[in-house]
């Protein structure tokens, strides 16, 4: 099994470009998670979907949009992007998120390190 | 709003010792507790995840607990190895019903030196 993969793993994009993060898991997870990593900030949810057909706010979700595909795939997208947009973007899934018991294990993918001139 | 909190930030120690890193959060009301392991340029991979209703959770070497009415949990790890440096975080996520947002705290940097 792949687990959670995630492209692409580089990208540079200048102010105003938009592109796509494209995340896929083989494990047959309900939840999908993207998240942000910054250096000092930790890592903050951008956008989630409990199950396929959903998707929720989190905690940053301001510039961004995001698609659940079909139960495997969760794409992240940033419209117009902006330097305050440069970070590391993972995606995570977990079997079910709603039980709170160990279903609840989240599955990081290897995440995108995105640089905004 | 849940805080979480880690402390030292970072952790410097020889070969075979046992250490102990710390995870403290401000809201007593959740449903578990996870740690993560993250390797430099890596993913984050998952641990051990406590429920709220256990004590403590153990896999090989690492053993973590949970006193969730004093809002703390510990990472051991027994007889350290220069493998297990890494930075090491914790995530707790809030009961309720719909409550899927996990709270990271910014995690312990572990140096083990061989």
């Known amino acids: 099994n792949a687990g959670v993969t995630q492209t692409p793993k580089f990208q540079v994009l200048k102010t105003g470009q938009s592109m796509t993060l494209q995340c896929a898991q083989d494990m047959n997870h309900n939840s999908m998670y993207w998240y942000r990593q910054d250096p000092g900030m930790g890592l903050r949810l951008i956008y989630y979907s409990a199950s396929e057909g959903t998707t929720d706010k989190g905690e940053v979700p301001n510039g961004y949009n995001v698609s659940r595909l079909n139960k495997r795939e969760f794409s992240l997208r940033l419209e117009s992007a902006a330097p305050s947009q440069t970070s590391v973007y993972f995606c995570?899934?977990?079997?079910?998120?709603?039980?709170?018991?160990?279903?609840?294990?989240?599955?990081f993918g290897p995440g995108t390190r995105l640089t905004v001139l | 709003k849940q805080e979480v909190t880690q402390i030292p930030a970072a952790l410097s120690v020889p070969e075979g010792e046992n250490l102990v890193l710390n995870c403290s959060f401000t809201?007593?009301?959740?449903?578990?507790l996870q740690w993560f392991r993250q390797d430099p340029g890596k993913g984050l991979t998952s641990l051990l995840l406590?429920?709220?209703?256990?004590r403590e959770q153990t896999s090989g070497r690492l053993n973590a607990s949970l006193d969730k009415s004093s809002g703390r949990s510990t990472l051991y790890i027994a007889a350290s190895q220069p493998g297990d440096s890494a930075t090491y975080l914790c995530a707790v996520r809030p009961s309720g019903a719909g409550s899927y947002q996990l709270t990271f705290g910014k995690g312990t940097k572990l140096s083990v030196i061989p």
């Open positions: 995570a899934s977990s079997e079910l998120s709603w039980t709170g018991g160990d279903a609840d294990t989240q599955y």
């Open positions: 809201d007593s009301a959740i449903y578990n």
């Open positions: 406590i429920q709220s209703s256990q």
